[in-house]
C-alpha cells in the first residue's frame, strides 16, 4: 500500500489514535482504509512528505493531469493523501494558504476518485487490491477527514492553550461534534441564555 517504512511505534500509536477516533466519531469502515489511514499519518511523521503539504494544490494537479500512467496515479494518490492530511491535521492553515476546506476536499476527492477508478484496471495486484480503499476514501473523503481531525484534537489537547482553542472554534460554530470533544476531556462548555442546548 505504501512504499514507506515508518517504525512500527508510529504505526502503532497512529493504529491506536486512529481507531480511537473512528469510535468516538462512530464511522465505520474495513480493515484496509483503517490502515490506510494509519500508513498516512505514520508516512508524514517520519518522511518528508510534508512537502507536498507545502506545495500549492493548482501546482500538484497541474503535473499530475500532465503525467500518463503509473506516474499519474502516484501523483494523484500523493494529492489524494496531502489533501486528506491537509484537511485532517491542518485545517487551520487552509487560510494562510489562500483556499477553503472544500476546496482542499474536492481536490483530494477527485483525486483518490481517479486513482480508485484506474488501480482496478493495473496489473499490479496490490494496487488493484486497494481500488475499493480509494473509491472509499473518494466517496467519504469528509467522514475521514474528521477522523484524522480527531486524531489531531486526541494527540495535541495536553494543553491548556490547546484546549482553549478548541473552546474557541465551539463558541464560534457551536458544533455538536466540537462540544462532544470538549466534554470527552472534562470540560462542559455552556451556551449563553437564549441560544439553544449545543448538545443538540
Not at 9 to 17: A, M, N, P
Not at 111 to 139: I, N
Not at 175 to 188: C, K, N, T, Y
Request: charge should be negative; include cysteine.
Amino acid at each position: 500500500m505504501s512504499d514507506l517504512e515508518p517504525c512500527t511505534d508510529v504505526r502503532t500509536f497512529f493504529k491506536d489514535q486512529v481507531s480511537e477516533a473512528l469510535r468516538n466519531l462512530e464511522v465505520q469502515t474495513g480493515e484496509h482504509t483503517e490502515d490506510y489511514l494509519v500508513e498516512l499519518l505514520a508516512g508524514y511523521a517520519v518522511s518528508d512528505k510534508v512537502q507536498e503539504v507545502s506545495t500549492p494544490f493548482v501546482q500538484l494537479l497541474s503535473e499530475a493531469t500532465e503525467s500518463t500512467g503509473p506516474e499519474r496515479l502516484d501523483r494523484m494518490r500523493n494529492i489524494g493523501d496531502a489533501a486528506l492530511f491537509v484537511s485532517g491535521f491542518l485545517s487551520d492553515s487552509c487560510d494562510r494558504r489562500g483556499v477553503t476546506q472544500s476546496y482542499v476536499a474536492t481536490i483530494g476527492a477527485r483525486a483518490y476518485g481517479e486513482v480508485g477508478r484506474a488501480a482496478r484496471w493495473l496489473r499490479s495486484a496490490q494496487t488493484s487490491a486497494h481500488s475499493p480503499v480509494f473509491v472509499e476514501l473518494a466517496q467519504r473523503f469528509g467522514a475521514f477527514a474528521r477522523v484524522l481531525d480527531e486524531v489531531r484534537e486526541q494527540t495535541a489537547l495536553c494543553t491548556d492553550g490547546a484546549l482553549v482553542r478548541l473552546y474557541e472554534r465551539w463558541c464560534a460554530t457551536r458544533s455538536p461534534r466540537i462540544f462532544r470533544r470538549l466534554h470527552r476531556r472534562g470540560v462542559a462548555p455552556r451556551a449563553p441564555s437564549g441560544t439553544g442546548n449545543p448538545s443538540d
